[in-house]
Nanobody, 121 residues
Framework: QVQLVESGGGLVQSGGSLRLSCAAS??????MGWFRQAPGKEREFVVL???????YYADSVKGRFTASRDNAKNMMYLQMNSLKPEDTAVYYC?????????????????WGQGTQVTVSS
């Protein structure tokens, strides 16, 4: 079992920055990711990370968001810069049971409770 807890969301003006954290406990997951869901929309892939250091970003956040992991602390982070109103969503940390990378939210087995990010224009 893996438990995930996100923190760091909040309200920020357009162009601002936020840093999200995801604390994982239990079994270490090789593949972890960040997803987001805006009201009335499907859950959307943001970035995935692997224990070995691979990172893949959605095109919509490439160049603005930076993900990282601290394996020793079992933490994952998402530094979000140049935020836009369209980045407004609940952001979720997720982990997979197996080692296969995927951008499909349906294939992730463990989820945090989510943290709200609101970007005002």
């Amino acid at each position: 079992q893996v438990q995930l807890v996100e923190s760091g969301g909040g309200l920020v003006q357009s162009g601002g920055s936020l840093r999200l954290s995801c604390a994982a406990s239990g079994r270490t997951s090789y593949v972890m990711g960040w997803f987001r869901q805006a009201p009335g929309k499907e859950r959307e892939f943001v970035v995935l990370t692997t224990w070995s250091g691979s990172i893949y970003y959605a095109d919509s956040v490439k160049g603005r968001f930076t993900a990282s992991r601290d394996n020793a602390k079992n933490m994952m982070y998402l530094q979000m810069n140049s935020l836009k109103p369209e980045d407004t969503a609940v952001y979720y940390c997720a982990a997979r049971r197996n080692d296969m990378m995927s951008v499909d939210a349906r294939l992730y087995d463990y989820w945090g409770q989510g943290t709200q990010v609101t970007v005002s224009s």
